[in-house]
């Protein structure tokens, strides 16, 4: 269990750093796949899970781009449907987290009333995961002079 421990701490560091600039959604989706898959509160390693995995994961419902927020969301309920009385604390975090989950708009392309950031920042505390205040604080989509950054799911057009 020591070397599965390392293994997930390894491979987490590795997809974190992956994450890291990455604008291909395609491989941050896959990340955000493997990432939660490799969630298994029965295991013995399921301390070294919540330390490396669950960060991750929080740090994808804040990415730049929309459908990565939006599949994290999605992907993250699933996870708590199936395996939330083990990943939180009590009946009342669980149903707090999911409806955080499905009650905010993960996919607007702009958080100019922190509902997205407040909502992550919860989500963290309810799956204790602990943040920096950094983390805490941080920011997307804003009016500032940095361009959105857009996905290729973003429209219809890409389809035609």
């Known amino acids: 269990t020591h070397n599965n421990g390392n293994f997930i701490r390894n ?15 395609k491989r ?4 955000v796949g493997v990432s939660l ?5 029965d295991l013995e390693t399921s301390a070294t899970m919540r330390k490396s995995v669950l960060p991750v994961v929080m740090s994808t419902l804040l990415s730049p781009y929309p459908r990565v927020r939006q599949y994290t969301a999605e992907q993250l309920y699933v996870k708590i449907e ?4 083990k990943l939180l604390g ?7 987290a999911t409806q955080l ?6 996919h607007d392309e702009y958080d100019h009333h922190g509902h997205i950031i407040k909502a992550r920042n919860q989500i963290a505390d ?22 959105v950054l857009r996905d290729e799911f973003e429209s219809y057009s890409s389809l035609v």
Do not use: Y
């Not at 941050?28 to 990340?31: M, N, V």
């Not at 009590?90 to 707090?96: F, G, R, T, V």
């Not at 989950?101 to 993960?106: D, E, Q, R, Y």
């Not at 309810?126 to 361009?147: D, I, K, W």
């Open 101 to 106: 989950l499905l009650n905010v708009a993960w």
């Open 37 to 41: 898959n490799i969630i298994q509160p």
């Open 28 to 31: 941050l989706l896959a990340i």
């Open 126 to 147: 309810l799956l204790g995961v602990v943040l920096s205040e950094e983390a805490r604080h941080a920011t997307f989509g804003t009016t500032s002079s940095r361009a």
């Open 90 to 96: 009590s009946q009342a975090a669980l149903e707090d």
């Open 11 to 25: 491979l987490m560091k590795s997809l974190s750093n992956e994450i890291s600039g990455c604008s291909d959604v």
């Open 82 to 85: 199936e395996d939330g009385d």
